[in-house]
């Protein structure tokens, strides 16, 4: 078996892991960097249709939710024509924009390094277009669902 880096298989083939882990994480990352999170958030010069900061918490939980869901479904739906080196580099490719979501916060909450948040999320947008677009071969029920992680990630940082 060649390395990854991606995920143990288990975590994309069970539902309950793939949907449960990056909520888990995602909400460690939120807890852990809550407090520097307010004080920095209030601060923000806001557009003045911001939705309030505690809408963050539950709209994350379910992205993260769908990510995971996205991922079991592109890993259980490929058939047997899908070549499975396709579905392990969709596997990498869904871990590094998981990582790259995670690290967001931290960046630019906890260290206050807005230039290295930029470059995660530029790094995250082109990692989850690569992802959509191997979805879209592999998975479209993933791919719909990708896309709509696109457009929350992509509301979080205006």
Request: hydrophobic share 50%.
């Amino acid at each position: 078996m060649s390395w990854s880096f991606a995920l143990p298989q288990v975590f994309f083939t069970s539902p309950v892991l793939a949907v449960a882990t990056p909520i888990g994480v995602g909400s460690l990352v939120g807890y852990l960097v809550n407090s520097r999170t307010k004080e920095l958030y209030s601060r923000l010069r806001q557009p003045p249709l911001r939705p309030p900061a505690w809408v963050f918490g539950p709209v994350w939980t379910i992205i993260y939710g769908m990510m995971g869901y996205a991922a079991h479904h592109a890993t259980t739906s490929a058939t047997l024509l899908t070549p499975t080196t396709a579905v392990a580099s969709s596997q990498t490719l869904y871990t590094t924009q998981l990582i790259l979501n995670y690290l967001w916060m931290p960046l630019f909450f906890g260290a206050r390094k807005p230039g290295w948040a930029l470059a995660d999320i530029v790094a995250l947008g082109g990692t989850v277009g690569k992802l959509m677009a191997m979805w879209w071969d592999i998975d479209r029920t993933a791919f719909w669902i990708c896309s709509h992680m696109r457009v929350g990630s992509a509301l979080r940082h205006i």
